[in-house]
């Protein structure tokens, strides 16, 4: 049974900083892209940054250049670093691996975590 287990999240003032994990399980880790979306209320989930086997790294505009994503096979782990974070950043944060498809589209994610509430306070 594949598990995704995001933590990390919390309560940050505008410009702090954040590190998202997500502990993945029961699947061949290390061959899946993983990803990461987030979801504000009453809004869709939206793409953030993905990560490929190879290291290779892709990031949404909107958070170009403040978040970083990076895995560790050995533990079956990715991480979202984020910096200079936003009010516009407050969303829950969901991690996924791509099954198959579009990295922008979440009917590509054939597994997803529950999620990790990041909230910004201005």
């Known amino acids: 049974q594949v598990q995704l287990v995001e933590s990390g999240g919390g309560l940050v003032q505008a410009g702090g900083t954040l590190r998202l994990s997500c502990a993945a399980s029961?699947?061949?880790?290390?061959?899946?892209?993983m990803c990461w979306f987030r979801q504000a209320p009453g809004k869709e989930r939206d793409f953030v940054s993905a990560?490929?086997?190879?290291?290779?790294?892709y990031y949404a505009d909107s958070v170009k250049g403040r978040v970083t994503i990076s895995r560790d096979n050995a533990k079956a782990t990715v991480y979202l670093q984020m910096n200079s974070l936003k009010p516009e950043d407050t969303a829950v944060y969901y991690c996924?691996?791509?099954?198959?498809?579009?990295?922008?589209?979440?009917?590509?994610?054939?597994?997803w975590g529950q999620g990790t509430q990041v909230t910004v306070s201005s």
């Open positions: 029961g699947l061949t880790f290390r061959r899946y892209t």
């Open positions: 996924a691996a791509l099954t198959g498809g579009s990295i922008y589209s979440t009917q590509s994610y054939g597994y």
């Open positions: 990560i490929w086997w190879s290291g290779s790294t």
